[in-house]
């Protein structure tokens, strides 16, 4: 099979958490790179967040979707997106989203799935990993 040949790049490679009424948060722009010979579309829904703990990765978060709508970037041939990510936690945090994994300081991935063409339905889907960022206090 033929390499898939889009990249995922967080900008910067080091972010800054923070902290407000109990809640963590961090943000970033990731950057879609599309170097195949066809637009590709990737979306927040069936993406995830993982930290590196005990060197293995563990979810902490992805975004809740539903309802039919969904925030989607296309990249055309050769060219780029940018795609803003914003990951929070609560005090509540495995009551809310499901797990006990929080938002705090380490190492970080994105990963997103990226279709080629512009059906997000599309059956020619691939999960895109961004290489590893750090999340500091």
């Not at 099979?1 to 889009?6: E, L, N």
């Not at 948060?25 to 993406?47: E, H, K, M, Q, Y």
């Not at 929080?102 to 970080?108: E, L, M, S, T």
Request: net charge neutral; charged share 20%.
């Amino acid at each position: 099979m033929a390499s898939f040949a889009v990249k995922l790049r967080p900008v910067p490679d080091i972010v800054t958490l923070s902290t407000d009424a109990g809640f963590s948060s961090f943000s970033f722009d990731a950057t879609l790179i599309n170097r195949t010979t066809s637009p590709v579309t990737a979306g927040l829904c069936g993406a995830a967040i993982q930290r590196l703990e005990a060197e293995k990765w563990i979810n902490v978060y992805s975004p809740v979707c539903g309802g039919g709508a969904s925030l989607t970037w296309r990249a055309e041939p050769d060219d780029s997106v940018a795609i803003p990510v914003k990951v929070a936690d609560s005090p509540d945090h495995q009551a809310v989203f499901g797990t006990k994994a929080r938002v705090v300081a380490g190492k970080y991935r994105l990963i997103l799935l990226v279709n080629r063409g512009t059906d997000t339905r599309s059956a020619d889907t691939h999960l895109v990993t961004s290489p590893t960022f750090t999340v500091r206090d």
